[in-house]
């Protein structure tokens, strides 16, 4: 009884911090008057996040990212191959022509259980 509960625990505090993706778009007509392009019109500036639990290389709970919001279990969606689909789908429903200046940043963190995250940048224009 005592290792089911604490199965149980263990589980519900892996739920608790279970991978999450999520895309935020700034919108502004002028974007505080930045030029993040020479030519054409500023639509946002655009910020995909996804993170997820690993044990040793193996993903346990990483954010999904076919449907942002919620969990893919045992899917490496934390990298950049990932997460390109999900920033620039954000600017064709945003009616952007392009999408500009892609940066990336990469973080691990932990050692046997451990997380990961990545962090997406860019700008939609017209």
Not at 8 to 34: I, M, T
Not at 37 to 61: E, M, R
Not at 84 to 93: D, L, N, R
């Amino acid at each position: 009884m005592k290792k089911i509960m604490f199965l149980l625990s263990v589980a519900a505090v892996g739920l608790l911090f279970a991978g999450c993706a999520s895309v935020e778009a700034v919108q502004n007509p002028n974007l505080n008057g930045e030029n993040i392009s020479l030519s054409g019109t500023p639509v946002a500036h655009l910020n995909a996040q996804n993170w997820g639990i690993y044990l040793f290389s193996i993903p346990l709970l990483t954010g999904s990212t076919d449907a942002v919001g919620s969990i893919a279990v045992l899917q490496d969606t934390v990298n950049v191959d990932s997460m390109i689909p999900v920033i620039t789908a954000k600017s064709k429903e945003l009616k952007a022509s392009q999408t500009l200046d892609l940066a990336s940043q990469y973080s691990v963190g932990g050692f046997i259980f451990y997380s990961r995250s990545i962090n997406i940048s860019a700008n939609a224009v017209k």
